[in-house]
């Protein structure tokens, strides 16, 4: 990732290989690579509100999740993210692990209004290498990189927030 001009700009790689290049606000997270993004060894909890100043967008954790979920969340577009999508945006979750172990996107792909409150959450997850399930428990280290794709043209970014899940 390299910083023109007050924008992040890095490479977003999608489906069949292809590679767009994106530029972002300043203070919006980009990532980019393959596998399992590894998680710090100290973390904060899966609570409360997640946000970077100047952000793209802020994810709230539910204190309730719903029924059988262990971690729950809403994700919302911040004002800098509405200025800079438009008035659309895809949101998406390619790459998750937990425990540092890639899994399969906990989040549906979501086509919406940047006024959409993108829900979601979590009690199960599925390795990618082996298919295997597992329940989401107690103290499990997450990451959550949401991918955003704005309904202007090049308008994409990325928001990775990693946290453990509390009791």
């Known amino acids: 990732m390299r910083t023109s001009r007050g924008l992040a700009v890095s490479a977003l790689t999608l489906a069949a290989g292809a590679t767009v290049l994106a530029a972002a606000p300043a203070g919006a997270a980009t990532t980019s690579g393959t596998g399992a993004i ?21 994810v709230v ?3 309730h999740p719903a029924k059988g979920q262990k971690v729950s969340w809403d994700l919302y577009i911040t004002k800098a993210g509405k200025d800079w999508f438009g008035p659309g945006v895809i949101t998406s979750i390619e790459k998750a692990s937990v425990n540092g172990k890639a899994i ?12 959409a409150d993108f829900k979601g959450g979590m009690a199960k997850y599925t390795l990618v290498k082996t298919g295997k399930v597992g329940d989401i428990k107690k103290g499990d280290r997450l990451v959550l990189p949401w ?21």
Request: glycine share 8%; proline share 7%.
């Open 61 to 63: 954790f539910r204190k």
């Open 38 to 58: 590894k998680p710090p060894a100290k973390l904060k909890t899966c609570t409360g509100t997640w946000a970077k100043k100047g952000g793209v967008a802020k």
């Open 104 to 115: 399969k996107s906990p989040y549906k792909t979501t086509k919406a209004s940047i006024n």
């Open 147 to 167: 991918h955003f794709l704005g309904s202007r043209m090049g308008h994409m970014t990325s928001y990775t927030v990693t946290c453990k899940v509390p009791a």
